[in-house]
Structures are given as structure tokens and as C-alpha cells.
């Protein structure tokens, strides 16, 4: 076991706790409700009972699910998860894949077409699901060519100094939210084995962001901008989430240490200090929705999904640094999580908490569930880690 001065021992039980959940709770409830298996695809939503909810099925969900049964095995659970990548795949290329290459934005339940336009966060998750549904089934020859054909045509179309406009070419706020998930989905590919295609894309979105994303005087990284990347007119452009502090915190610190860029691992950690000093409520202990670039709270409301970005954020800076306060933030970071998953039929999350500490009743949204298993996943790989020092 490591020689570090902070108590590990509490940092593995929440370990523990989390993947039991994921484990022998959400995957069995995921697979045999959330996915349909009569029509194909997954639900977008569950109801409290653990009933699925029959709705129109957003392109966003269907390779974020793929992801989070790709790495099941990884956390043991036993299920059919190659099964379920292969049938998941297979429904979301036929319904999804425009012919174009592009993927379009909802269907039915049964497939059929129900908006045809196409969105930049959705091409950068078909991208991240294609990646690992690439892994889990060891077929990077067949679909390294889909992704990249992906990628070259967005390239062509929106690129845009570094990073990547929104693909309506007369849109006049850009985001730098989609550029985020790009970046994660690039160094997925990178580590992959994809071409250097990927490494291009994942070394212009950094460097977007830390040269406009990210402001000089501050450190903080904001959410809307104008078509020159400088912050969008009146509150959208002063708008700073903590969740995406975190979230941006864990990209940059992974980039900066691949890399060698001592500025990015800077970054990533001053992002990290900010989610953790202005971004979370010490009273609810947990990352509320939103702030304001002067640092004064915009959105008290706190979202499931901020909670599992301050767990990643944590534990990279942890082993990067050494420094033991980073596990302390993670372990809190827990704590928070297992709020949100206390839920009457377990597998379930609660997905909005209000500022008076009240969950909101209704139905878990599928979409959640990418966030916590990539939080588990990276809980799980740092703290093994951890012990075998």
C-alpha cells in the first residue's frame, strides 16, 4: 500500500461502494429495462419504478450508453456487454448514420426520422462511442475508417482556428462545450491507436482552450462565445459551470502530462481550484450548476453530472501532484455522487438537487449514465493504482 500520509482506506470504501452499485445494480437495470429490447436502441429514460419511458430517442444517448457497457467488463460485471455493444451499435449506425456520414439529431422509438439536422456535441459522442465499441470489440480496422471519415468531414466543414464551429455555418454563439468532448474523444482514438489525425484534433482544441477558452485573468473557462472565440455578448458570456471546470480540469491535466506542457497541467489545476473553491455548496457538499465570471453563484441547482467530473478531476491531480488533499477532494466528490444513487430501486439516480436540498421526482435520464461510469472507471484505475505502490 502506498506510504501517503491520507487515510486511503476511506477513499477505497467509496470505491467499493460505487462499483458495487454499477456492478450488481445499474448495468442488470440498464440492460434488461433501459434498452429496448423489442424495437433496439436504448430508452432515454427510466421512471422511478425502473420502467422504461417511451419518448423520442436523442443521437447523444445511444453512443454514450455504447460506451458505458464497452468498459463493463472492467468493472466486473458479468453480463452480456459484447452483445450488447454489437446490437447497440449495429441500431445506432443504421438509424443515426446520415448519408453524409454525418449523424443526425433524434428518431422514434422505432427508428423513424424525427429530426434530420445534425449538431456538434452528437458528432463528438458518435466519435467517443465509435472509439470504444472499437476496443470492446476488436475491430479498430472496421471502425477507425467510420470514425475518421467522420472527423475529416467535420474538419472540412467547421473547423475553426483550432477547434470547431457549430455546423450551422450561421450560427452566432459557438460553444465550448462540444470542443470539450471532441478533445476527450481525440485522445480516446490517440490511445486507441487512431491515426495522427487524432493527435492533431486533441492538440488544437488545448490549445483553444488555453489560449480563449480560458481566461487570462482569471483561470476560468467559459461556456459561449462569438464567431472570433471571444466571450459572447451580456450573461451567456459570462457564464462559468463548475461541472465543466472539472470536466476540462481532467482533459488538460491528461493532455499536459502527455505532452510535457507544464502550462496545461497548470491550468488543468487552477480549473480544478476554482470548481472546488467557488463551484461547490459546503452545506449540500456537492457542485451546483452554474456561476458567473466574477465568481458569484448563477444557478444554485446541482445536476448529478458535475459531482462524478469533480471525482475525475480529483484523482488525476492526485496522482500527478502526490499531494493528499486531491484524494480528500475525491472522497468528498463520493460522498456527493452517492447522494444522487440513493434512490428506492437501485441502479436509479436522482438527477437534479435542489437549492434546498430537495431531488427532484422524475424520471432518470439514460444520459447520466455515461458520467458515472467514466467517474467509477477513473476512481477504480487511480486507486488500484494507488495501492499496488
Known amino acids: 500500500?502506498?506510504?501517503?500520509?491520507?487515510?486511503?482506506?476511506?477513499?477505497?470504501?467509496?470505491?467499493?461502494?460505487?462499483?458495487?452499485?454499477?456492478?450488481?445494480?445499474?448495468?442488470?437495470?440498464?440492460?434488461?429495462?433501459?434498452?429496448?429490447?423489442?424495437?433496439?436502441?436504448?430508452?432515454?429514460?427510466?421512471?422511478?419504478?425502473?420502467?422504461?419511458?417511451?419518448?423520442?430517442?436523442r443521437a447523444r444517448v445511444?453512443?454514450?450508453?455504447?460506451?458505458?457497457?464497452?468498459?463493463?467488463?472492467?468493472?466486473?460485471?458479468?453480463?452480456?456487454?459484447?452483445?450488447?455493444?454489437?446490437?447497440?451499435?449495429?441500431?445506432?449506425?443504421?438509424?443515426?448514420?446520415?448519408?453524409?456520414?454525418?449523424f443526425r439529431t433524434l428518431v422514434a422509438a422505432d427508428g423513424s426520422v424525427l429530426d434530420d439536422s445534425v449538431d456538434l456535441y452528437d458528432q463528438a459522442f458518435a466519435l467517443f462511442g465509435l472509439c470504444h465499441a472499437a476496443q470492446a470489440l476488436d475491430d479498430?480496422?472496421?471502425?477507425?475508417?467510420?470514425?475518421?471519415?467522420?472527423?475529416?468531414?467535420?474538419?472540412?466543414?467547421?473547423?475553426?482556428?483550432?477547434?470547431?464551429?457549430?455546423?450551422?455555418?450561421?450560427?452566432?454563439?459557438?460553444?465550448?462545450?462540444?470542443?470539450?468532448?471532441?478533445?476527450?474523444?481525440?485522445?480516446?482514438?490517440?490511445?486507441?491507436?487512431?491515426?495522427?489525425?487524432?493527435?492533431?484534433?486533441?492538440?488544437?482544441?488545448?490549445?483553444?482552450?488555453?489560449?480563449?477558452?480560458?481566461?487570462?485573468?482569471?483561470?476560468?473557462?467559459?461556456?459561449?462565445?462569438?464567431?472570433?472565440?471571444q466571450p459572447a455578448p451580456g450573461t451567456p458570456g459570462r457564464i462559468v459551470e463548475p461541472g465543466h471546470q472539472f470536466e476540462w480540469a481532467w482533459l488538460l491535466l491528461r493532455w499536459g502530462q502527455q505532452r510535457g506542457r507544464a502550462d496545461a497541467v497548470q491550468a488543468g489545476l487552477r480549473l480544478l481550484e476554482i470548481g472546488e473553491t467557488h463551484g461547490v455548496d459546503p452545506a449540500r457538499g456537492v457542485g451546483f450548476n452554474s456561476l458567473l465570471d466574477d465568481f458569484s453563484i448563477h444557478d444554485h441547482g446541482a445536476r448529478l453530472w458535475p459531482q462524478t467530473e469533480r471525482i475525475k478531476a480529483a484523482v488525476l491531480a492526485a496522482e500527478i501532484t502526490g499531494d493528499p488533499a486531491f484524494w480528500t477532494i475525491a472522497t468528498q466528490g463520493a460522498d456527493g455522487l452517492l447522494r444522487y444513487l440513493d434512490t428506492p430501486v437501485k441502479g436509479l439516480w436522482w438527477d437534479k438537487l435542489s437549492p434546498a436540498g430537495h431531488f427532484t421526482d422524475e424520471p432518470a435520464p439514460a444520459s447520466s449514465f455515461y458520467h458515472i461510469t467514466c467517474a467509477i472507471a477513473e476512481l477504480d484505475r487511480a486507486v488500484t493504482a494507488a495501492l499496488a505502490e
Open 140 to 229: 479498430l480496422a472496421g471502425l477507425h475508417p467510420v470514425a475518421a471519415s467522420l472527423r475529416d468531414r467535420m474538419t472540412a466543414r467547421c473547423a475553426h482556428q483550432g477547434g470547431f464551429a457549430d455546423l450551422d455555418p450561421t450560427a452566432a454563439t459557438l460553444q465550448s462545450n462540444p470542443n470539450m468532448h471532441l478533445f476527450e474523444a481525440s485522445l480516446a482514438w490517440e490511445a486507441a491507436g487512431g491515426d495522427a489525425g487524432w493527435t492533431a484534433m486533441a492538440d488544437g482544441i488545448a490549445g483553444l482552450a488555453l489560449t480563449r477558452f480560458i481566461d487570462t485573468n482569471t483561470g476560468a473557462l467559459r461556456e459561449f462565445f462569438d464567431r472570433t472565440w
Open 1 to 57: 500500500m502506498t506510504n501517503s500520509p491520507f487515510p486511503l482506506a476511506d477513499t477505497v470504501r467509496r470505491r467499493d461502494r460505487l462499483v458495487a452499485w454499477v456492478r450488481d445494480h445499474a448495468y442488470p437495470l440498464w440492460w434488461e429495462q433501459g434498452y429496448d429490447h423489442a424495437r433496439g436502441g436504448f430508452h432515454e429514460k427510466l421512471d422511478p419504478s425502473g420502467r422504461p419511458v417511451d419518448a423520442p430517442r
Open 62 to 102: 445511444q453512443p454514450r450508453q455504447i460506451y458505458s457497457y464497452a468498459i463493463a467488463p472492467s468493472l466486473g460485471w458479468q453480463g452480456p456487454a459484447r452483445l450488447i455493444v454489437e446490437q447497440a451499435l449495429a441500431t445506432y449506425l443504421s438509424r443515426y448514420r446520415r448519408d453524409d456520414g454525418l
